[in-house]
């Protein structure tokens, strides 16, 4: 097969690997050459009308387009405004379910939450003492049931004011109650405005037993002290052990990042298998990324569980195109270069295919950025589109294992596994040290059941403690979002 028409309403097609201009695919003569990814006009398309694909506009035309022409930035554009209006068309409640409940091997805490790590955490309330808790993360060594020390760095917590301080406040307190966690040590300087004090007062009660924490200039040795907290939370962590444990206390948080035109066709529609099969047992997804909702979001909310889960999403959406008007940019400021090079034209077409990470479950919950996810099912998660944040967002929210699916490929990796997929074969070839996943094998001939079948296991895996890579490779961050003033 070398192209494929994704919906039968669509009026492109898309290129499965390069095409010379006078090829025959689809019924139709290309009249010019066709990158691998990129789209062709399947009829004579007039200017101004509408593109289809997924079955839904991604944009208008700028001039007359014939059949068998490229169709891509010079012809095409984008008509998302600012000023979409929203109406609540719930769709039909899908019926997932399964016979049974799979199980995985993991740690389950006090608080009933499961981690699919047993690590401490080395956490800094301010970019001062970055250097203090990387020491003291890189001088300790792990022993016995302690599976990893991991120091996790940012450059803020001083000089910031408002939703800044808050939201620094409220990642790095919901990271200190992550179940990946079994011990954490948090250090802070002691004249920053996020200050210690504060911040333990919003860290989950039930897991301070296993914090250990200090201000650098209230000790004599600050590396010292942090290798004594470290030693203390690893003889309670001794005794800690890996248990069989239902998937309905595993939560998967669904990210894509370097996306191209095959994203929305092979990894992120088997990531919406992976959500609809957790959800269906009882467990929790989480879908973030907001911007790359817009010219979708309707779909999302046609799946809102309830009415008032629906007018969330609608605030979560406008708070979103608030947060870009205010700053005098556009909506529909995206895709990335890297997504135009791959044959994504419009942030609708890039959004169409985001989505499909949710698969078909309904949208349970609307959560603000740093908030822990506390409802089973499908949770939207408010964050933008950059990859670091939105994904330490994803590992706050209460993710124990990230699913990122990639279409050019990246090293990233955050507190948790962070399980990269690829969206066609030639990456995960390329670069099979970045890559956990292959769901080019979709476009090989493999068939759905089969590929997705194949990539729960792995997750489950996973989760059980198989290293991903990058956690092989030592590629651990977080990055916090700054939206305000810096004092």
């Not at 012809?75 to 000023?83: D, K, Y």
């Not at 200190?176 to 210690?196: D, F, K, R, T, Y």
Request: one cysteine or more; proline letters at 4%; a negative charge.
């Amino acid at each position: 097969m070398k192209a494929l028409k994704v919906h039968q309403l669509d009026n492109v097609g898309v290129a499965l690997e390069n095409l010379a201009g006078g090829e025959e695919v689809l019924g139709l003569q290309l009249t010019q050459a066709i990158p691998k990814g990129h789209k062709f006009a399947l009829s004579d398309i007039a200017k101004d009308q509408a593109i289809l694909k997924y079955g839904h506009p991604i944009g208008r035309t700028t001039e007359t387009i014939s059949a068998g022409a490229h169709v891509h930035s010079h012809n095409l554009v984008t008509a998302l405004t600012s000023g979409d209006a929203y109406h609540y068309q719930p769709a039909d409640k899908p019926a997932l379910s399964h016979t049974h409940t799979d199980t995985f091997e993991g740690y389950l805490r006090s608080n009933g939450r499961a981690g699919t790590r047993n690590e401490i955490w080395v956490l800094n309330t301010v970019g001062c003492v970055n250097a203090t808790a990387a020491r003291v993360a890189t001088s300790s060594r792990a022993s016995g049931a302690v599976e990893g020390i991991h120091a996790f760095s940012h450059p803020f917590g001083c000089s910031q004011l408002g939703d800044d301080l808050d939201h620094t406040r409220k990642i790095l307190a919901a990271l200190a109650s992550h179940p990946n966690a079994g011990g954490v040590v948090i250090i802070g300087l002691g004249c920053e405005n996020n200050q210690l004090d504060r911040l333990l007062e919003t860290v989950d009660p039930t897991v301070k037993q296993r914090i250990r924490s200090f201000s650098a200039q209230r000790v004599q040795d600050e590396e010292l002290s942090g290798l004594d907290a470290v030693q203390e939370l690893m003889e309670i962590m001794s005794e800690d052990k890996r248990e069989t444990l239902p998937t309905s206390l595993l939560t998967l948080g669904m990210k894509c990042g370097g996306s191209d035109a095959f994203s929305g066709l092979t990894a992120n529609p088997l990531v919406g298998q992976m959500t609809d099969r957790v959800t269906a047992q009882g467990g929790r997804a989480i879908l973030t990324e907001v911007p790359e909702m817009f010219g979708a979001e309707q779909l999302l909310m046609n799946r809102a569980e309830t009415p008032e889960v629906y007018q969330q999403t609608v605030e979560l959406i406008e708070e979103f195109k608030r947060y870009f008007t205010a700053n005098h940019q556009p909506v529909s400021e995206n895709p990335s270069p890297g997504n135009i090079e791959g044959g994504i034209t419009t942030l609708e077409e890039k959004s169409l295919g985001a989505i499909q990470k949710g698969g078909v479950a309904t949208v349970n919950d609307v959560i603000d950025y740093g908030e822990q996810v506390t409802k089973a099912g499908l949770s939207l998660l408010q964050g933008p589109g950059n990859d670091a944040v939105s994904s330490t967002a994803l590992t706050a929210a209460g993710a124990n294992l990230i699913l990122f699916t990639t279409g050019r490929g990246t090293p990233l990796g955050f507190p948790v596994p962070t399980m990269k997929i690829a969206s066609n074969s030639t990456l995960a070839t390329d670069k099979s040290r970045w890559i956990d996943f292959n769901a080019g094998a979709l476009l090989d001939g493999e068939s759905l059941t089969a590929v997705a079948d194949a990539l729960w296991q792995q997750i489950l895996r996973t989760a059980s403690g198989e290293p991903s890579r990058n956690e092989t490779n030592g590629y651990r961050e977080i990055a916090l979002w700054k939206t305000g003033v810096t004092l």
